[in-house]
């Protein structure tokens, strides 16, 4: 069997062979990546059942479908995307051929999370290939059947020269990043991003980083509550709350909490019934170890639990549950919960719930519900977040024309649809000159004077380029 080290020379002898170049090449490896997706969907949502219970529904929506729309949308697009950008020019390079070249980086690794195990390395690749890389995928080990299973299938449908998958734990990721890459894309937790970068930092290797945090949901003013408890409640409990765009907590007003409770309890009965347990829309926690972890969280917490608190080890379940009387210095509030658990704080102002949020971390992710449009923008101007949404949540990262990224300690960069593309390229700044214009050029040659520098100053200042463009 092949080394890490011998697949990653592999790989990078395949990049310098130039055969990842050719626009017909990755338009080929996209096609065959939608084939490798639609002839296995049975088994892909098998797997992804087994190893998170994900409803078949949830799974086509967040796995299955969001690759597919991302390559259908690549493909139409990525050979626009190649094409060189030529920029606005200024008087000395009048003549000049300048443009952006969107070059392939080399061999680019792609670790991936657990929580959607299939999106989390494909959609990225999908970039990845369309800029022209070679691509070596490292599946969390946690989901460890759907990563076996694209392990399995990423050989069968894509170039084995270009392109690899490296199962293992985090001692075999360790050695892994030992290799050099050109660019590494990982997506996880914020305490593995300090290794990551520590690896990386040993190459100087660029990094991506996909991380989470706390994605604060604010509810103000008039709002229509029982859509918000509908779109609240999906957002949180979708995939049993193991989302990293999934509402963490609510800020709202005690008279907005008095309405928004008996709206979820009613909510939660319509969508999972009376005994959600049963019911096979939930998915169910990752590992025994994460359901400790949660439900140590819920121990800790000094709030009130007035919705669910049931679980079930065995079952790898817990219900969902909404936690009131929850204090900012509280267990629930010290670290992402990802997980069926929403603390509910009251805030006696908006500026309050916005002053709250701006002490923290910026989050990934920030929700506002409200009927009032000044609502939404003074919330929209004053935080800072990867992404925003109002009057709803998740659905702002399934378009593929937006970024979808962090910012601070919720991650560096973006991808998704041309944002993956522009991810996994090198922006080469080309000037191709000839030898004309030598009495121009003239200016900047020695012997110096400062009449050569006022005349070379204005033919090289905007001003020159916008009264000559
Ligand atoms: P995880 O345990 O699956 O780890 C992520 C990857 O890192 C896996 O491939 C794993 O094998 C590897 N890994 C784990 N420990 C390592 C180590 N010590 N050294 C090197 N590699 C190691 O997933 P996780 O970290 O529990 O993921 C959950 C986190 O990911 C949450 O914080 C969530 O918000 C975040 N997340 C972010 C996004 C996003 O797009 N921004 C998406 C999903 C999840």
Redesign the pocket.
């Given at each position: 069997m092949e080394t890490q080290r011998q697949v990653v020379d592999r790989l990078g002898s395949a990049f310098r062979s130039g055969i990842t170049i050719p626009e017909q090449f990755r338009q080929t490896q996209l096609t065959k990546l939608m084939s490798m997706i639609k002839d296995n969907e049975e088994r892909i949502l098998d797997a992804l059942h087994k190893d998170l219970a994900k409803p078949k529904f949830e799974a086509v929506m967040s796995e299955v479908d969001i690759v597919i729309n991302d390559l259908h949308h690549t493909i139409a697009n990525f050979t626009t995307w190649m094409q060189p950008e030529y920029v606005s020019k200024n008087l000395a390079t009048k003549l000049d051929d300048c443009s952006i070249r969107r070059e392939p980086l080399g061999v680019v690794l792609i670790?991936?999370?657990?929580?959607?195990p299939l999106q989390?390395t494909i959609l990225p690749m999908i970039g990845a290939i369309a800029a022209g890389n070679c691509v070596v995928i490292?599946?969390?080990?946690?989901s460890a059947v759907t990563g076996a299973l694209i392990a399995e299938l990423i050989p069968k449908y894509l170039s084995q020269e270009c392109y690899a998958v490296v199962c293992?734990?985090?001692e075999e990721?360790?050695a892994l990043?030992q290799n050099r890459f050109d660019h590494i894309f990982?997506?996880?937790?914020?305490p593995?991003a300090r290794?990551?970068l520590q690896a990386a930092a040993v190459h100087l290797t660029p990094v991506t980083l996909?991380?989470?945090?706390k994605c604060p949901c604010i509810i103000y003013g008039r709002v229509n509550i029982e859509a918000a408890a509908r779109r609240l409640v999906w957002a949180k409990f979708f995939n049993l709350g193991q989302s990293?765009v999934a509402p963490d907590y609510v800020l709202c007003s005690p008279a907005t909490r008095d309405a928004l409770l008996p709206a979820i309890r009613e909510v939660l009965e319509a969508f999972y019934g009376k005994e959600p347990q049963n019911c096979p829309d939930l998915s169910r926690i990752v590992t025994p170890r994460h359901w400790t972890r949660l439900m140590e969280l819920l121990k800790r917490s000094s709030g009130k639990v007035v919705v669910g608190g049931e679980s079930n080890l065995d079952d790898k379940y817990i219900a969902p549950t909404v936690v009131v009387d929850v204090a900012e210095d509280d267990a629930l509030m010290e670290e992402?919960i990802?997980g069926p658990i929403l603390p509910i704080l009251t805030v006696e102002s908006l500026e309050k719930g916005i002053d709250l949020i701006n002490r923290r971390e910026r989050p990934?992710a920030l929700y506002v519900f409200s009927d009032e449009s000044s609502v939404v923008t003074t919330v929209l101007e004053n935080t800072r977040s990867g992404g925003f949404c109002s009057n709803d949540g998740i659905v702002h990262m399934t378009l593929p024309t937006l970024p979808?990224?962090?910012v601070g300690a919720?991650?560096w960069g973006s991808y998704h649809g041309r944002w993956t593309f522009e991810t996994f390229s090198h922006q080469r700044a080309c000037m191709l000159r000839g030898w004309a214009l030598e009495r121009l050029n003239r200016l900047r040659y020695p012997p110096y004077s400062d009449n050569k520098l006022s005349w070379l100053r204005w033919t090289t200042s905007s001003k020159g380029s916008c009264s000559l463009m």
């Amino acid at each position: 069997m092949e080394t890490q080290r011998q697949v990653v020379d592999r790989l990078g002898s395949a990049f310098r062979s130039g055969i990842t170049i050719p626009e017909q090449f990755r338009q080929t490896q996209l096609t065959k990546l939608m084939s490798m997706i639609k002839d296995n969907e049975e088994r892909i949502l098998d797997a992804l059942h087994k190893d998170l219970a994900k409803p078949k529904f949830e799974a086509v929506m967040s796995e299955v479908d969001i690759v597919i729309n991302d390559l259908h949308h690549t493909i139409a697009n990525f050979t626009t995307w190649m094409q060189p950008e030529y920029v606005s020019k200024n008087l000395a390079t009048k003549l000049d051929d300048c443009s952006i070249r969107r070059e392939p980086l080399g061999v680019v690794l792609i670790i991936g999370a657990w929580n959607y195990p299939l999106q989390l390395t494909i959609l990225p690749m999908i970039g990845a290939i369309a800029a022209g890389n070679c691509v070596v995928i490292k599946p969390s080990d946690v989901s460890a059947v759907t990563g076996a299973l694209i392990a399995e299938l990423i050989p069968k449908y894509l170039s084995q020269e270009c392109y690899a998958v490296v199962c293992g734990d985090a001692e075999e990721t360790k050695a892994l990043l030992q290799n050099r890459f050109d660019h590494i894309f990982y997506t996880g937790s914020q305490p593995v991003a300090r290794t990551i970068l520590q690896a990386a930092a040993v190459h100087l290797t660029p990094v991506t980083l996909e991380l989470g945090g706390k994605c604060p949901c604010i509810i103000y003013g008039r709002v229509n509550i029982e859509a918000a408890a509908r779109r609240l409640v999906w957002a949180k409990f979708f995939n049993l709350g193991q989302s990293c765009v999934a509402p963490d907590y609510v800020l709202c007003s005690p008279a907005t909490r008095d309405a928004l409770l008996p709206a979820i309890r009613e909510v939660l009965e319509a969508f999972y019934g009376k005994e959600p347990q049963n019911c096979p829309d939930l998915s169910r926690i990752v590992t025994p170890r994460h359901w400790t972890r949660l439900m140590e969280l819920l121990k800790r917490s000094s709030g009130k639990v007035v919705v669910g608190g049931e679980s079930n080890l065995d079952d790898k379940y817990i219900a969902p549950t909404v936690v009131v009387d929850v204090a900012e210095d509280d267990a629930l509030m010290e670290e992402e919960i990802f997980g069926p658990i929403l603390p509910i704080l009251t805030v006696e102002s908006l500026e309050k719930g916005i002053d709250l949020i701006n002490r923290r971390e910026r989050p990934l992710a920030l929700y506002v519900f409200s009927d009032e449009s000044s609502v939404v923008t003074t919330v929209l101007e004053n935080t800072r977040s990867g992404g925003f949404c109002s009057n709803d949540g998740i659905v702002h990262m399934t378009l593929p024309t937006l970024p979808f990224g962090g910012v601070g300690a919720s991650g560096w960069g973006s991808y998704h649809g041309r944002w993956t593309f522009e991810t996994f390229s090198h922006q080469r700044a080309c000037m191709l000159r000839g030898w004309a214009l030598e009495r121009l050029n003239r200016l900047r040659y020695p012997p110096y004077s400062d009449n050569k520098l006022s005349w070379l100053r204005w033919t090289t200042s905007s001003k020159g380029s916008c009264s000559l463009m």
